[in-house]
């Protein structure tokens, strides 16, 4: 696949291996007359459910909404103890802007296999599985036609984990990371943003709060060759950030739409 570098939009504020005065913004709580009230939306139709086999024969539990070819097909992994609904505020504005998305439920969690608590009892092996999975997924979605083949993969903690380590593929066109930790579980999030070719964009948000996140976050800014850190106030972790900050909702939104162009 031929890509081309993305300039992505100022407030994303892209940076490679700069200080980070270069590749972090730091980003403040809206005033509550900031926040603009929106219509009541109208309704998308339901996902549509899905397995997904995996290399050790397990089937993991998903669900696919396909939008329009000129979109992009955002893959969400969710946060440690959760499940692919979690996503539901970001893979609705995600639709309503155009795109296709695929909420996966990780092993051990929601309706996958071991799910919903079987992640309690993980011990090194089940967790080297999590990280694999995301392998699976990407030669899955290779024989799906109906999905759009300008890929974001898009994960919160342990999810973005393993989005990272899968957006290693050559399809993938651009990562975001809610949280992100050095190695969740022993999953090494940080070593695979090096072999990511220099056009391919990455957005590490994380809570001020959240001080190692956070330092993770400027790192991976640092690693990664076109990647960078947005740091905000507060101290929620993964999707709970847009409590705080509902304006992420609409960055995440403008990432994805500038990596489709």
């Not at 890509?3 to 403040?28: I, K, M, N, W, Y």
């Not at 975001?176 to 964009?201: Q, V």
């Not at 909702?249 to 990432?255: M, P, T």
Request: proline share 8%.
């Amino acid at each position: 696949m031929v890509r081309s570098p993305h300039v992505l939009l100022g407030l994303l504020l892209f940076g490679g291996c700069g200080d980070d005065a270069s590749s972090v913004v730091t980003e403040r709580p809206s005033a509550p007359s900031e926040v603009a009230e929106e219509a009541e939306p109208q309704g998308l139709p339901a996902p549509t459910p899905v397995t997904i086999p995996m290399a050790d024969g397990l089937e993991l539990a998903a669900d696919v909404a396909a939008g329009p070819d000129d979109g992009a097909t955002v893959f969400l992994f969710h946060q440690l103890g959760a499940e692919r609904g979690e996503w539901e505020p970001v893979s609705e504005g995600l639709r309503r802007a155009g795109h296709s998305v695929v909420r996966v439920d990780l092993r051990g969690h929601g309706e996958s296999p071991g799910g919903p608590d079987g992640w309690r009892s993980f011990g090194p092996e089940e967790w080297a599985q999590v990280a694999a999975d995301g392998e699976a997924i990407v030669a899955w979605a290779r024989l799906r036609s109906d999905l759009p083949p300008r890929w974001v993969f898009g994960g919160s903690s342990i999810g973005s984990s393993v989005a990272i380590r899968a957006a290693t593929a050559d399809e993938v066109d651009g990562v975001f990371a809610l949280s992100p930790g050095r190695a969740y579980h022993g999953i090494d999030a940080i070593s695979p943003l090096a072999e990511y070719p220099a056009e391919r964009p990455l957005l590490a948000v994380a809570a001020r709060g959240e001080v190692a996140s956070a330092e993770t976050a400027r790192e991976m800014a640092r690693v990664a060759p076109s990647g960078s850190a947005r740091l905000v106030d507060g101290g929620g972790h993964g999707l709970a950030m847009l409590q705080d900050q509902p304006g992420l909702l609409s960055v995440l939104e403008d990432f994805v739409s500038e990596v489709a162009r």
